[in-house]
Nanobody
Framework: HVQLVESGGGSVQAGGSLTLSCSVSGVTFSSACLGWFRQAPKKEREGLAAINRDGRVSYADSAKGRFTISRVNAKNLYLQMNRLEPEDTAMYYC?????????????????????WGQGTQVTVS
């Protein structure tokens, strides 16, 4: 049974920081692309960052310079978020893809991902 579980969300003031964590169990995603997405009310799910097993990363423009993705082995994924803004308020999800190339043009397409966590809410005021 594959399971991705996010944690670390919460409420923070503008300019603050949060670190999201994602624990992966049920299968070893050593060859998977792991990514972070977010979805605000009435908006499409947005890819923020992705990382492959070699540490190669991709970032959306909205995340560059403020967010940092990292992974420890194949089972722990993190998203360090700094200088948060009210526009960052959303549900944040981690996801795993067995097929997408992390540094290719499709890394931010949620339909390329096979497994998803339940999400963790981030609210910035």
């Amino acid at each position: 049974h594959v399971q991705l579980v996010e944690s670390g969300g919460g409420s923070v003031q503008a300019g603050g920081s949060l670190t999201l964590s994602c624990s992966v169990s049920g299968v070893t995603f050593s060859s998977a692309c792991l990514g972070w997405f977010r979805q605000a009310p009435k908006k499409e799910r947005e890819g923020l960052a992705a990382i492959n097993r070699d540490g190669r990363v991709s970032y959306a423009d909205s995340a560059k310079g403020r967010f940092t993705i990292s992974r420890v082995n194949a089972k722990n994924l993190y998203l360090q978020m700094n200088r948060l803004e009210p526009e960052d308020t959303a549900m944040y999800y981690c996801a795993a893809s067995l097929g997408v190339i992390c540094y290719g043009g499709s890394w931010g397409n949620p339909y390329e991902y096979d497994y998803w966590g339940q999400g963790t809410q981030v609210t910035v005021s």
